[in-house]
């Protein structure tokens, strides 16, 4: 009850934050254009190509967050992502962000959700420095730089995702005792 | 069921339209920025020294953004054209892992403290990779 107004206030403030942002987006364009008209036109070129590409990334998401939401128990979360996960949860966070494909944005969206149910601040650093492994793309990184270092590159991005998770979780910590 | 099927609706409605302005205004930023900097400027800039490469492929790869494969294709081409494996590998670490272009959507949505701190971890561990990798290497080649 008394967590309720925080909450509204900080989710109308997200909701108004991001049409701002997207006005000024706008406006560089509108800067650009006017500077360089050939150069905008070309950005818009890419933004509708790159478009094309994320929307479908989106619509899986969005489904994922709406099953999330419909079958997802804070409790679960709490157990197997929260603060007493423990190794189990640092596994589903490395494996989830290596799974996870497409664009990173939408997936900002997913771990604020689950961040709100109760998943570690450590676990979602995890989630996103694990997404630097991308497993569809080792032939390639094999096929411009071999496959000693693409063994070693993945293994130290392994052990840099539990750091990571790690030193944000001490860094949260430092701020819980500084407020 | 059904109420919960309506809140779940709801609320992921909601996150939809809350996400939506910065998932369209990233994507033209992104797509502005790729355009800006093309290609052929990086390539001037490497070749002074190990570390200095490093931090100029860490910023370069941090403030650039797109799909992980260009920057392993880029990467590619910058080592076939001269580049030091450091600068190289640490491009290809914070292409990923470092988001300058989307700092802002990582504030709005995950928090500020948390988006600035990890972003700034994470183009330091850009370095170390690109180090620890390459006398990995160099030391992998010694027993061969």
Known sequence: MKNKPKETTKSGKNAKGGWIFLAIVLLIYGVTALLDMDLAMQAIASFIHLFDKVWPVLLIVFILIFMINLFLEPVWVKKYLGRRSGLTGWLAAMVGGMLSTGPVYPW???????????????????????????LPLLPLLVHYFGLTYTMILVGYLVVFSIISGLVMEKIEEVHKDSN | MSNKLKRSARKTLQTFINILPIVLGMLLLTSLVVKAFPAQVANGLFGQNNFLDALLGATFGGITAGHPLVSYVFGGELLASGVS???????????????????????????????IYRNLMSYLFAIAIAFLTVFSLQLLSLFH
């Open chain 2, 85 to 115: 494996l450091f600068a190289v590998t640490a491009l290809i670490v914070s292409w990923v892992t470092v988001g300058v272009v989307q700092l802002p959507a990582e504030a709005l949505i995950l928090g500020k403290s948390f988006a």
């Open chain 1, 108 to 134: 900002y969206a997913l771990l604020s959700d689950l961040r709100e149910q109760g998943m570690k601040t450590s676990l979602a650093a995890v989630f996103l420095y694990s997404r630097a492994i991308k």
